[in-house]
């Protein structure tokens, strides 16, 4: 708490607009969890603070799906589908999506265009009949009670308005509003750290012939000039893919921390300045270091994204909270809303380390529990995506786009579900949720055959 403060007069705020489900943030568990509400046929808002959708996957430049498959016995599948395949489904309408490409030899990703997959978000949403409020930051709550969330506040160029809704859902990556509303949360591991974020960009003008592989070459190359004294780079394990054009690459390479080294806070105003100065200086850094690698001499900084790319911020405590054993061991959960096929993947300092369920002896996913969606104590509110109720090291898996898809099309289902029975989401009938869930298509693990092809 600063030592000094203003104090504001209290006001009436302009009513926005009345809602059965209002979503706040558009990445992917956002997305998904408006279109499911919408799907179900209520009057669901989607509120976001940029004038686009697709979260850190278009406004921190991720270009790649990660999590939407498994490595199941040796044998890769799409084990995310739903609402998801209808949004891949759109961006490769739009020439926007790339063929899914091998990591570590273990588990495929899948990149994409950003522009592709903002139009393919609008159009899915348009779609389904959900209402958009762009340019709208989430400020503030006004609660009816300790237990029940009445209006989010927020913030717009027209000024200061209020949403209400039946049910809430928090797909801000932050919890800013299971935070606003009183919900208990984690931030990092307890610690002090968490994820380290990361600036990304894109170049172009690459030589595709020349460059050919450089993904396999660039960390021995970086070894070699780090060892030469030539260069310094703030991480190993730096990601250099092509997009879909073969001349322009992205560049996963950064790492932001604060002066003492811990991560920078992605909650803080002051690290995430520093980490946005900080982060386009690594990008001219790291741009200098791949000039250096054949094929790359010609190329350009095309894009530095709108902001830095924040992986942890806080974790809202729910019913239960997936774990990095969970994740490792390919849990089962009798409350099995989807599934996760992505390793751990901790950014540590100066590293990224991954860690794979046992392959090919495993099934390579683990299920993902309804309660980790029901934070304690709030009754009209879930939680979806990568501020959902995991502990630090199952939310380096789950917090990838994959499992944030199938979190938030089960949240938006769920609520939908919930006002039909006039109950709170975490007294739905958890069975009726699965039912609707494999009825939209969505893969839960437990009895179904996992899906064919990629
Ligand atoms: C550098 C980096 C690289 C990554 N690489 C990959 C990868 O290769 N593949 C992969 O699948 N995942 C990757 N991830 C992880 C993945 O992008 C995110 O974890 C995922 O997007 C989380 O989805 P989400 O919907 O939970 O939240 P987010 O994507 O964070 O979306 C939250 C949305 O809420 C909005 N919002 C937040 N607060 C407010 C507010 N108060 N008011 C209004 N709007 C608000 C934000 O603008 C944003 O649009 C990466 C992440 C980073 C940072």
Request: proline share 5%; hydrophobic share 45%; with cysteine.
């Amino acid at each position: 708490m600063p030592s000094h403060t203003i104090e504001e007069p209290a006001r009436h705020v302009p009513l926005y607009g009345e809602y059965e489900v209002a979503v706040l943030g558009g990445g992917p568990a956002g997305i998904a969890a408006a279109v499911a509400a919408a799907r179900a046929g209520r009057r669901a808002l989607l509120i976001e603070r940029y004038g686009f959708l697709g979260g850190m996957g278009t406004a921190a430049g991720v270009t790649n799906f990660c999590g939407l498959h498994a490595n199941v016995h040796g044998q890769m599948h799409r084990v995310v589908q739903g609402v998801a395949s209808d949004l891949l489904a759109r961006i490769d309408r739009l020439g926007g999506l790339n063929a899914p490409h091998l990591i570590l030899g273990k588990i495929l990703a899948q990149a994409y265009d950003t522009a592709a997959y903002k139009i393919a978000a609008d159009d899915l949403l348009g779609t389904h009949k959900v209402e958009i409020l762009f340019h709208a930051l989430g400020a503030g709550v006004v609660m009816h009670d300790m237990r029940r969330i009445k209006a989010l506040m927020v913030e717009t160029k027209a000024g200061r308005r209020a949403v209400t809704a039946d049910i809430f859902i928090d797909c801000s990556g932050d919890g800013d509003l299971a935070a606003w509303a009183g919900a208990r949360y984690e931030v990092g591991d307890n610690q002090g750290s968490m994820l380290y974020p990361s600036m990304m960009f894109r170049l172009n003008n690459i030589d595709p012939d020349r460059a050919g592989e450089a993904w396999r070459t660039i960390p021995a190359l970086m070894e070699k000039a780090q060892a030469a004294g030539t260069h310094r780079f703030p991480r190993k394990g730096a990601i250099v893919r092509p997009q879909r054009s073969q001349i322009e690459w992205r560049v996963n390479f950064t790492q932001l921390a604060r002066e003492d080294g811990s991560a920078i806070n992605g909650l803080e105003p002051e690290d995430l300045t520093r980490g946005e100065i900080e982060g386009r200086r690594q990008a001219v850094d790291a741009f200098n270091f791949l000039r250096t690698v054949p094929g790359f001499e010609k190329s350009y900084i095309v894009d530095l994204p709108p902001q830095l790319g924040i992986r942890e911020t806080r974790r809202v405590i729910g019913g239960y909270m997936l774990s990095g054993e969970d994740v490792l061991g390919c849990a089962s959960f009798d409350d099995s809303i989807g599934v996760n096929g992505w390793p751990m993947e901790t950014h540590v300092a100066g590293d990224v380390v991954f860690k794979f369920p046992p392959i090919p002896e495993s099934r390579g996913f683990n299920e993902l529990p309804y309660r980790m969606l029901i934070p304690e104590a709030i009754d009209n509110l879930l939680v979806a995506g990568r501020c959902a109720s995991m502990t630090h090291n199952g939310q380096s898996a789950a917090r990838v786009s994959g499992a944030c898809f199938a979190m938030g099309e089960a949240a938006g289902t769920a609520a939908a579900l919930a006002l039909d029975g006039n109950a709170a989401p975490r007294d739905i009938a958890v069975g009726k949720l699965q039912d609707r869930l494999k009825g939209q298509g969505a893969f839960l693990g437990r009895d179904q055959q996992v899906p064919e092809g990629l």
